[in-house]
C-alpha cells in the first residue's frame, strides 16, 4: 500500500490546482502597489524596515523548521516571506531595526512554530509579532513620522498622531466632532496614503487594487472582507446617528489605521479563519464589531489587530459550531 494516501497534513487544504506556495507569492505580489506608496511617502526606512522583517523570519523558520522541528525546510513557500512583510507593514518606518528582528522572531517561533508550523498555528503570526512589539514597545510603537513626498529624503523625520490618534484625543478632551475634523488630514489624503501610520496601512486604494486582483485569481472570496468592512462601517454608522457631535463619519474608519489592510490580507488567513462560509461571516463581523468597540471605547486607538487575534482565537469553536456539509448531503 502506498503510505503517501495515509498522510495527513496541516491545513490550509486547497482542493485546485493552486498550491500554498502560488497562493503565498500572489498575496506578496498584491501588497506591492502599497508598498511602492509606502515609499513614496516615508522614503528609505520602508525598504530597510521591510528588508530586515523578511529575511529575520526567513532565517527564524529555517532555523526553528531544519533544527527544532527537524523537518525539511519550508521557506521557499513564501510564508515566511509574507509574514515578514505583513509584519513590517504594520510597524512605524522610526522603529529600531533591533525590535525589528525581536518582532520577527516572535511572529516566526511564537506565533508560528510552536504550534508545528503552517497549516497548525492559531493566531496571525504577523499580528502576534506586531501587538508583542505594542505591548514591550509602546512609545516606539505609537511615534509616528509625518507622510511627505519621496524627494524629502534629506529633511528630518517630523512625528505627529494618526487621524485616529487625533480622534481619540479631541474626544478624550471633550471636544465637538466639527472641531475635531479641523485637525484630520482630507478624505483624498486618507484613501491615498498621506497621513500618519504603520506605513504599510496608510495607503486604502492601494491596498484594495492588491485586493482586487487577489479576488480576481479566486484567491479571496468576499465572506470574511465585505462582513469585516460592512458590519464595522454599519456599527460605526449607527454611533454617528445617534450622537454626530461626538462619533465620526463612518467612512473615517474605513479608511484609516489598518482596517483595510487587516480585513482583506491578514484576517482572511486560510489557517487562522473559519473554513465554512457562515463561519467565515460570523468572523468578519465579529472582528468589525471588535475593531469600533475597541476606537471609540478603549483606551487604544486602534483596534484591528486585538479584533482579529480575538477571532481566530474563537476560530475552532466557529468551526465546531458551523461545520460545512459532507459531500453528498
Known amino acids: 500500500m502506498n503510505n503517501r494516501l495515509l498522510q495527513v497534513s496541516g491545513s490550509p487544504h486547497v482542493h485546485s490546482g493552486e498550491s500554498v506556495k502560488k497562493i503565498m507569492w500572489a498575496v506578496i505580489f498584491a501588497l506591492v502597489p502599497a508598498f511602492l506608496v509606502s515609499i513614496y511617502y516615508f522614503g528609505l526606512p520602508v525598504i530597510i524596515i521591510t528588508a530586515v522583517s523578511v529575511l529575520s ?3 527564524f523558520e529555517y532555523i526553528a523548521t531544519r533544527f527544532f522541528l527537524r523537518e525539511k525546510s519550508t521557506i521557499s513557500n513564501g510564508s515566511a516571506v509574507l509574514t515578514g512583510l505583513l509584519l513590517a507593514f504594520n510597524l512605524p518606518s522610526t522603529l529600531p531595526i533591533p525590535w525589528v528582528i525581536l518582532g520577527s522572531l516572535v511572529a516566526i517561533v511564537v506565533g508560528k512554530m510552536v504550534f508545528g508550523g503552517l497549516g497548525n498555528n492559531l493566531f496571525n503570526p504577523a499580528l502576534v509579532g506586531r501587538v508583542f512589539l505594542l505591548i514591550s514597545r509602546p512609545v516606539d510603537m505609537t511615534t509616528w513620522p509625518v507622510a511627505k513626498p519621496i524627494w524629502n529624503f534629506g529633511a ?25 475634523q479641523t485637525k484630520l488630514p482630507t ?14 496601512e496608510v495607503s486604502a486604494i492601494a491596498l484594495l487594487i492588491g485586493a482586487a486582483f487577489l479576488f480576481y485569481k479566486k484567491i479571496l472570496t468576499w465572506h470574511i472582507p465585505v462582513s469585516f468592512v460592512l458590519s464595522a462601517f454599519l456599527f460605526a454608522w449607527i454611533l454617528n446617528i445617534v450622537d454626530p457631535t461626538h462619533y465620526v463619519n463612518p467612512f473615517f474608519h474605513l479608511v484609516t489605521g489598518g482596517l483595510i489592510l487587516g480585513a482583506f490580507y491578514m484576517a482572511t488567513d486560510m489557517v487562522t479563519s473559519p473554513v465554512s462560509p457562515i463561519g467565515m461571516i460570523i468572523f468578519g463581523v465579529g472582528c468589525g464589531l471588535i475593531t469600533i468597540l475597541i476606537r471609540v471605547f478603549g483606551a487604544y486607538p486602534e483596534g484591528v ?3 482579529i487575534l480575538l477571532m481566530n482565537g474563537v476560530t475552532p469553536l466557529i468551526n465546531k459550531g458551523f461545520k460545512p456539509k459532507k459531500f453528498g448531503n
Not at 158 to 176: D, F, H, S, Y
Open 57 to 59: 523570519c526567513i532565517l
Open 156 to 180: 528630518d523625520v517630523v512625528t505627529g498622531p494618526t487621524p485616529l490618534g487625533i480622534l481619540k484625543e479631541g474626544v478624550k478632551n471633550g471636544e465637538t466632532m466639527d472641531a475635531i
Open 187 to 200: 478624505y483624498v489624503d486618507m484613501l491615498f496614503g498621506n497621513m500618519g501610520g504603520s506605513f504599510g
Open 305 to 307: 489587530s486585538f479584533a
